[in-house]
């Protein structure tokens, strides 16, 4: 991806859910919600503090995380679906969601 984010913004890849429910039944695309986790693809260089001095994020790539319904802001860079929001707009990191995801690609 040919984009950095600036201050203390990031870049994050929504991880769609699975189409199906626990009991096998398909949910169509009209009746599904926007997944409200991501992956951090890129991130700013942090926010400058009173002083001037930047403060780098508590995210990095290749982090899961959650962040709320409303934010942020849809684009599309280089053919794909991405959003862009402020490290603040972040609820929280999946702590060893992201070993699981790679585990799952290699297999």
Same mark, same amino acid.
Not at 86 to 107: F, N, P, Q, R, Y
């Given at each position: ?7 203390d ?8 859910e699975d ?5 096998g039944?398909? @949910?169509?695309?009209?009746?599904k919600?926007?997944p409200? !986790?991501?992956e $951090?693809?890129s %991130?700013?260089? *942090? =926010? ?11 995210v ?12 942020g802001?849809?684009?599309? @860079?280089?053919?794909?679906d991405?959003?862009i929001m402020? !490290?603040?707009? $972040?609820?929280? %990191?999946?702590? *060893? =969601? ?10």
């Open positions: 991806m040919k984009f950095r984010p600036l201050h913004r990031v870049v994050v890849r929504r991880i769609e189409e199906r429910t626990r009991g039944i398909i @949910i169509p695309d009209t009746a919600e926007k409200q !986790e991501g $951090i693809v %991130v700013g260089p *942090g =926010a400058p503090d009173e002083k001037g001095h930047v403060q780098p994020l508590d990095k790539p290749g982090d899961r995380v959650l962040f709320g319904k409303w934010s802001t849809e684009v599309k @860079i280089d053919g794909e991405v959003l402020k !490290e603040s707009d $972040i609820l929280g %990191v999946l702590e *060893g =969601a992201a070993a699981k995801s790679t585990k799952k690609k290699a297999a």
